[in-house]
C-alpha cells in the first residue's frame, strides 16, 4: 500500500520588510506533499522553489536550501549538475544544513524567509548542537540591461548562546558540472560534449577562494562552431568562482576540491573557528562565474554594490530603489504582490551575449526544461508588462525578437545552443501580431516615437545591419499579409499553429497547411494592427521620424486596411452564432463549432463592428459555459478532447486555466465591464490560488504558464512534464499578465488592447 499522506500544514505567510519589499515565509513541510481539497494527492515537486536572480544569473533556491545555478547568458546550463550543500561541525558532530536527507534543513523548527533579492535560513540551537546559525543569500538587482553582477553573496551568522566554548568548522561547496539544459533527456553518456572540470586555487596571498573551469571536450572536430558562429554546443562555458572576503586573523579558511563521477568536481571553502560564550561570529562568501573568453574579471567583494552599512546582508536598499511602491493602490496586500511580481520579472530577465539585448523568457518548460528560448510571442507578452514598469527592459525585448527576425520579416521561432535560431518544425502565424501589439503597447506607454528609427540588424545580422524598427514592422506586416495570407474564408491562416500549440500536435498538419484558417487570429489582427496604426499616427510628428513619414503612413494605412479585411470576415463568419468558431482545418472539418473555445472569443469582446449588447451576451456565455465552477480563471475551454492522441481534460490546451488568456480577457472586459474585468482579475492572483487551492505550493508565490482547470482530475495544480522533478520551473506569464492587466485597469479610463 502506499505511504498515507501525512495531513496538510500551511505553507507560509507573506510579510513585508523594512522597505516595504515582500518576502514569504515558508513554513509547510518538508518533504512536501500536495494534496486538494479532498486530501488526494497531487503532482508537484517535493521541494519548493523560489528564485534569486538579476539579468546574469538565475538561482533556483529551495526550500531545503538546495540551489540550482542557471546562466542563460550564452546558452541555458546548469553549473552544478552534481548538487550543493552546507555542513558545520559542532564539536565531534557534523550537522547538514541543505536538502531533503538533512534534519536541520527540513526540520520544522528552521526558519525559512524568500525575499526579494535574498533568502534566508535560521538554524536555531535545538538543530545544531547547541549552535544558532543563520545563512543569507543575496543577489543584486541589475542596474541597466546588458548589465549585473553573476554572483550569489553568502553571510553566515554563527552565535553561541551557551556558556561553554564551541570549536565550529564550516564548510560549504558546489558539486560543479556543467551541462546544458537542451540535454536534461539526454543521458550524460550519450552527450556528444563533454565539459572536463579544472580547480583552478588561489594565486594570490590569501587560500580562501577556488576557481573551477570548464574545458569543452569532443571526439567530433565539428560539434564546436567558430567563436563568433552559431553552434549548438558551447565552447566557453563560464568558469566558476567561490571566494571567502577578508576574515579574521583567528579563522583559518582554506579552499578544497575533489574530483566527482561523470565530469564534476567538487569546489568549497572550510572555515575553522571557535566562539566564546555568547560571541557571535560572521563569514561572508562569494558563488559567482565569468566568462573568460570575453575576457572579463571573476566576480568580487570589491564588485558588490553594496549599501553604505558593511554589516548588511541583503541588497534590499538597491531592490527597493528600483521595484515599483505601487504607492496609488488601495490595498497593501495587492501593492506587495505587484512588487513581488516585478522582482520576479526581473529576476527572470536574461541578458543574451549573442543578441547583446535583454530579454523576459518564458522560462518555465521552454528555458528551464527543453533549454530553448522558444516562441517570441511569449517574450513580447512579457513585455507588455515591463512598459509600464521598466520601460528599457520592454525596449530591449523588443530588439531581441527584431533580432531574430528575418530580412523577409518572418520571427523565427526558438533559439537553441549558441545562437543558433531557427524554426525547426514551427510555421506559425500569429508571432506578428504580437509584435505590433508590444511596440505598440511600448508607444503608447513611453512616447518614445525615436525608437521607431533606431537600426536593429535582422537576422541573420549581416542581412540588413541598418533596418530600422519601421523597416522592420514594414516586412513583417507584408509577412503577415502575404505569406501567412488567408485562406478559402478570408480569415488568416494557421500555417501549422497559432496561439495554440496543440493544433501542431494533434492535427495532420500538412494535410491542411496550405487552407487552415485561424478565427484566432482574424480575431486578433483588426486589434493588433489597429493598435499599431494608431501609434504609428502619433509618431508622425517626431524629429526623429522627419525622414520615414511617408513610409510610416503608407503602414499605418496598410494596417488599417487589413484590419478592417479580417474584422468584416470574422464577423461575415460568426453571422448569427453565439459564439465564434476556432479554426477551419481541411476536408470540411471545424473546430469549434460546437465546442467553445476561449481564444478568438477574448478579441471579439473588442471589436466595434459588433453591437455591445451582442458582446454582453458573448461574455454572459463565456462566464457560464467556461467559468462555471473554475475558482482561477475561465478555462481554454468547455469539452476536452478524449482521444489519445490528446493532453489529459483540463490540462494544457485542453482545457486548462491560461494566464495568456486570461490576461488579455481582462483587458478586453474592461471595456465592457470594469468591475467584472476586476474581478476575473483577483481570481488570477497568487492571492487568490493560495486561498482556492491552499495544498499545493505552486500558484503561491510563481506558477507555470498553465494551470489544471476543474476538467482535470488534478484541479489547481500543475501538468508537470518529467523534467520539472529536476528543475520545478518558474515561468513569467503569471507575473506579467498580472502587472499588464492591473496597469490597464488602473489608467483613468478604460482600456483598448
Avoid at 498538419?509 to 496550405?514: E, G, L, M, P
Avoid at 486589434?527 to 499599431?532: C, I, R, S
Avoid at 453571422?575 to 476536408?587: K, N, T, V
Wanted: proline share 10%; charged share 20%.
Amino acid at each position: 500500500m502506499p505511504s498515507p499522506i501525512p495531513p496538510f500544514r500551511p505553507l507560509g505567510h507573506w510579510s513585508a520588510d523594512a522597505h516595504s519589499l515582500p518576502a514569504y515565509h515558508y513554513t509547510g513541510d518538508l518533504p512536501f506533499h500536495a494534496v486538494n481539497a479532498d486530501g488526494q494527492a497531487l503532482p508537484s515537486p517535493p521541494d519548493p522553489v523560489f528564485l534569486l536572480g538579476n539579468y546574469r544569473l538565475t538561482a533556483f533556491v529551495h526550500a531545503s536550501g538546495r540551489l540550482d545555478l542557471i546562466t542563460g547568458e550564452r546558452a541555458w546550463g546548469r553549473l552544478n549538475r552534481h548538487g550543493h550543500g552546507a555542513s558545520l561541525r559542532v564539536g565531534p558532530t557534523t550537522h547538514a544544513l541543505i536538502g531533503l536527507e538533512a534534519p536541520a534543513a527540513i526540520s520544522p523548527a528552521t526558519s525559512r524567509s524568500f525575499g526579494c533579492g535574498h533568502a534566508r535560513f535560521e538554524y536555531p540551537p535545538a538543530t545544531l548542537g547547541g549552535l544558532a546559525c543563520t545563512r543569507s543569500l543575496a543577489v543584486a538587482p541589475s542596474p541597466e540591461v546588458n548589465r549585473g553582477v553573476p554572483a550569489l553573496y553568502l553571510t553566515v551568522r554563527l552565535h553561541n548562546p551557551g556558556g561553554a566554548p564551541l570549536a565550529l568548522d564550516y564548510r560549504e561547496w558546489v558539486d560543479a558540472g556543467y551541462e546544458m539544459l537542451l540535454e536534461l533527456r539526454t543521458p550524460p553518456e550519450r552527450r556528444p560534449a563533454r565539459y572536463r572540470p579544472e580547480f583552478v586555487p588561489a594565486t594570490g596571498p590569501s587560500p580562501a577562494s577556488a576557481s573551477l573551469r570548464f574545458h569543452a571536450e569532443s571526439s567530433d572536430p565539428l560539434l564546436f562552431a567558430p567563436e563568433g558562429e552559431p553552434s549548438r554546443h558551447d565552447a566557453h562555458p563560464p568558469t566558476l568562482h567561490l571566494a571567502a572576503d577578508t576574515l579574521a586573523p583567528d579563522i583559518e579558511a582554506t579552499a578544497f576540491g575533489e574530483s566527482l563521477p561523470n565530469d564534476g568536481h567538487r569546489l568549497g571553502l572550510s572555515f575553522r573557528l571557535t566562539l566564546a560564550p555568547g560571541e557571535t561570529r560572521v563569514l561572508r562568501l562569494l558563488l559567482g562565474w565569468h566568462f573568460p573568453h570575453r575576457h572579463e574579471p571573476a566576480p568580487s567583494f570589491a564588485t558588490a554594490p553594496w549599501a553604505d552599512d558593511s554589516t548588511r546582508e541583503d541588497f534590499a536598499p538597491a531592490w527597493a530603489a528600483l521595484l515599483p511602491d505601487f504607492a496609488t493602490l488601495p490595498a497593501p496586500p495587492l501593492r506587495r504582490e505587484a512588487r513581488w511580481h516585478v522582482h520576479a520579472l526581473e529576476a527572470l530577465a536574461t541578458y543574451s551575449e549573442i543578441y547583446d539585448e535583454t530579454f523576459l523568457p518564458q522560462g518555465c518548460v521552454y528555458d528551464f526544461v527543453f533549454g530553448t528560448n522558444a516562441a517570441p510571442r511569449d517574450n513580447l507578452q512579457h513585455a507588455l508588462a515591463a512598459c509600464h514598469h521598466r520601460p528599457a527592459l520592454a525596449r530591449s525585448t523588443i530588439r531581441h525578437v527584431l533580432r531574430r527576425t528575418s530580412l523577409y520579416g518572418e520571427i523565427l521561432y526558438q533559439d537553441f545552443g549558441v545562437g543558433v535560431t531557427s524554426n525547426l518544425l514551427w510555421k506559425t502565424s500569429d508571432q506578428p501580431l504580437f509584435l505590433f501589439l508590444a511596440i505598440a503597447e511600448y508607444l503608447r506607454v513611453t512616447r518614445d516615437h525615436a525608437f521607431l528609427a533606431e537600426r536593429v540588424p535582422c537576422w541573420p545580422a549581416a542581412a540588413a545591419p541598418d533596418s530600422t524598427v519601421l523597416d522592420h514592422l514594414r516586412r513583417t506586416f507584408v509577412y503577415l499579409r502575404d505569406e501567412v495570407g488567408v485562406g478559402p474564408h478570408g480569415l488568416l491562416r494557421i500555417l501549422n499553429s497559432d496561439w495554440n500549440d496543440a493544433i501542431f500536435h494533434h492535427e495532420p498538419i500538412n494535410h491542411h497547411y496550405w487552407t487552415a484558417e485561424s478565427h484566432y487570429n482574424a480575431s486578433f489582427a483588426p486589434v493588433a494592427l489597429d493598435a499599431l496604426a494608431t501609434a504609428l499616427r502619433a509618431a508622425l510628428a517626431h524629429p526623429a521620424l522627419a525622414a520615414h513619414v511617408s513610409a510610416a503612413t503608407a503602414l499605418a494605412e496598410a494596417c488599417e486596411r487589413f484590419a478592417r479585411s479580417q474584422e468584416d470576415a470574422f464577423v461575415r463568419d460568426l453571422g448569427e452564432r453565439p459564439f465564434s468558431r476556432r479554426a477551419y482545418l481541411a476536408d470540411d472539418k471545424v473546430l469549434g463549432d460546437d465546442t467553445l473555445y476561449l481564444e478568438p472569443q477574448i478579441h471579439a469582446l473588442l471589436l466595434r463592428s459588433l453591437p455591445r449588447e451582442r458582446r454582453l451576451a458573448l461574455w454572459q456565455l463565456l462566464r457560464e459555459r467556461l467559468g462555471a465552477g473554475e475558482p482561477l480563471g475561465l478555462r481554454q475551454l468547455d469539452r476536452p478532447d478524449t482521444s489519445p492522441r490528446a493532453w489529459s481534460p483540463g490540462a494544457h490546451e485542453n482545457g486548462g486555466v491560461w494566464y495568456a488568456l486570461n490576461g488579455p480577457l481582462i483587458i478586453a472586459l474592461a471595456e465592457l465591464d470594469r468591475e467584472v474585468a476586476w474581478d476575473l482579475f483577483r481570481r488570477m492572483s497568487l492571492a487568490h490560488h493560495a486561498r482556492a487551492c491552499p495544498g499545493n505550493w505552486v500558484g503561491h508565490w510563481t506558477a507555470p504558464d498553465v494551470i489544471n482547470s476543474s476538467l482535470s482530475a488534478f484541479p489547481g495544480a500543475s501538468s508537470p512534464h518529467s523534467p520539472f522533478k529536476r528543475l520545478p520551473a518558474w515561468c513569467s506569464h503569471p507575473h506579467a499578465w498580472f502587472l499588464h492587466a492591473l496597469a490597464r485597469l488602473t489608467e483613468p479610463t478604460a482600456p483598448r488592447a
